[in-house]
């Protein structure tokens, strides 16, 4: 089974509209998450951290459910240049001595239909 | 500034050549990351340097050559690749490791 697990899609989502996705992750000790966006031949951009209480930057809102091992992110008043993939990243800590590493998964791709 | 550089942009090497991938940033990180992407995958974590100490190995060949000569710089030396080592190498740092990272542009290599 692999740690970070996300529906690879596409989504395909009309220009305006909302779209939300999760991402599930194996490990219970996992302590930090993240969305990336990747665009094509391009390098992962940091989207947002998500926190337990849930945050929103803008257009965009992740959430946290430690107990069910997933975490989501909603994309309200979707626009063309959303189109990208995004990737779920999570870090677990394996022991108190060692960090971890950061976890990827394969990511979901979405695209906005004008 | 989250700004992470590197050079070359493209690179395209023989199975016989030595090169080297550089890698830069000015944010005072102290943890930077090799990656390895290939198309439709998510990057591969190949090398951690924290405090410039090589930390994490993810069983890499030894024709890839990680070096951290400051804080702030960090390269990739390569010898001997093969044809299936084409993919994109991406370049990361964070303020410590494992925390949020920032990408650089990475580097298209293609081996011929």
């Known amino acids: 089974r692999k740690e970070v697990e996300q529906d690879p899609g596409p989504f395909n989502v009309p220009e305006g509209a909302t779209v939300a996705f999760n991402c599930t992750y194996s490990n219970s000790a996992s302590q930090s998450f993240f969305w990336y966006r990747q665009d094509c031949r391009k390098e992962p951009k940091l989207l947002m951290s998500?926190?337990?209480s849930g945050n929103e930057d803008g257009r965009f809102t992740a959430q946290l459910n430690r107990a069910s091992q997933y975490i989501s992110l909603l994309i309200r008043d979707s626009k063309l240049s959303d189109s990208a993939t995004y990737l779920c990243v999570v870090n677990s800590r394996p022991t108190t001595d060692s960090w971890g590493k950061l976890q990827f998964g394969a990511g979901t791709q979405v695209v906005v239909t004008p | 500034d989250t700004e992470v550089t590197q050079t070359p942009k493209h690179l395209v090497m023989g199975m016989t050549n030595k090169k080297s991938l550089k890698c830069e940033q000015h944010?005072?990180?102290?943890?930077m990351y090799w990656y390895k992407q290939k198309a439709k995958k998510p990057p591969e974590l190949m090398f951690v340097y924290s405090y410039e100490k090589l930390s994490i190995n993810e069983s890499v060949p030894s024709r890839f050559s990680p070096e951290c000569p400051n804080s702030s710089l960090l390269n990739l030396h390569l010898h001997a690749l093969q044809p299936e080592d084409s993919a994109l190498y991406l370049c990361a740092s964070s303020p410590r490791d494992p925390y949020e990272q920032y990408f650089g542009p990475g580097t298209r290599l293609t081996v011929t």
């Open positions: 998500v926190y337990s």
């Open positions: 944010m005072g990180h102290r943890a």
